[in-house]
């Protein structure tokens, strides 16, 4: 009976407006924004620049683009790798959060400040998505994961690329990043989002605390 009784009186003390669909994707959304202190301009490395050169290079051979598709660089920093898809003459967009917004604005690429998983398109509208260094600042992967295939067309292409976990790098330990995830998790993940034809590649290098590792996916939309 006084179990009964508690669970009565914290029942009358919640109010319906607290828990509302609203008042829940409120919260969420107050979360979010107080994550976006955590985000830092991404400029451009001698590093990453050779490896995005490396990556996009086996990705058109693999699957070629015509002039003119149709790309979304999610995260792109301050344009490492939109100056490919500008040089080949895709219609690439960009998209980042803060200051490098500007900065590839400025240089005179298609970029646009959005969420990451948030994605303000119609559903199939691109023919590639890139997503490099990406997916580890998603508090929820899968479903950011799901994003891009929402705004893939049937046949198209996600280049994904993500550090391990447990590095020299501790990765793990970034202030941003949520999602450091093991090989199998984003496997299992890629899965369950629907995508088909998983390419992955390993890529190793040492830095001066030892021994780094990335993770790249290249998945097709069925």
Known sequence: MAAQARQKRITSEIQPEAYSLEAKYARFDKFLKSL?????P??????????????YKALKTEHPLAEGAKVLDIGCGQGVALKHFTADKLDAVGIAIGEDVRICCEKGYNAVEMDL????????????????HVLEHSIFPYFSLAETYRVLKPGGILYMEVPAPDTAANHQNNPNHYSVL????????????GYSSVRVREIGFNLAAGPDRYWSFTVKKR
């Open 182 to 193: 093991g090989r199998s998790m984003w496997l299992e993940l890629i899965r369950r989002v």
């Open 117 to 132: 998983s948030f994605l303000d398109f119609e559903d199939e509208t691109f023919d590639l998505v890139w997503s490099r």
């Open 36 to 40: 976006w202190k955590d985000v830092y």
């Open 42 to 55: 991404e400029t451009a490395t001698e590093l990453h620049d050779s490896i995005t050169a490396s990556a």
